[in-house]
């Protein structure tokens, strides 16, 4: 069935870095766009950033661009998010999900503080 995980969560000072990933399994990868999404406690879910199939074209949200960078490698099924000068207002769970949405998967959380 379909899942995806997503890993690469944690603790981090403001200024810090982190890389997220997601590992897709049970459709086909590389037909889908895929996407970042984040929840921060008592927000809706948003978009982050999101991916063509071929990985040729990206969007950011204006709250992460210039900071957040989005990348998949289709062979092995994993879409990835560099976070760099990570703020405390990039507090959130996160999760990867299809443009066309996918059944979600935990999310990871990642929690910047100093």
């Known amino acids: 069935q379909v899942q995806l995980v997503e890993s690469g969560g944690g603790l981090v000072q403001p200024g810090g870095s982190l890389r997220l990933s997601c590992a897709a399994s049970g459709f086909t990868f590389e037909y889908y766009a895929m996407g970042w999404y984040r929840q921060a406690p008592g927000a809706e879910r948003e978009l982050v950033a999101r991916i063509t199939r071929s990985g040729d074209s990206t969007y950011y949200a204006n709250s992460v661009k210039g900071r957040f960078t989005i990348s998949r490698d289709n062979a092995k099924y994993t879409v990835y998010l560099e976070m760099n000068s990570l703020k405390l207002e990039d507090t959130a769970i996160y999760y990867c999900?299809?443009?066309?949405?996918?059944?979600w998967g935990q999310g990871t959380q990642v929690t910047v503080s100093s």
């Open positions: 999900n299809g443009i066309i949405p996918l059944p």
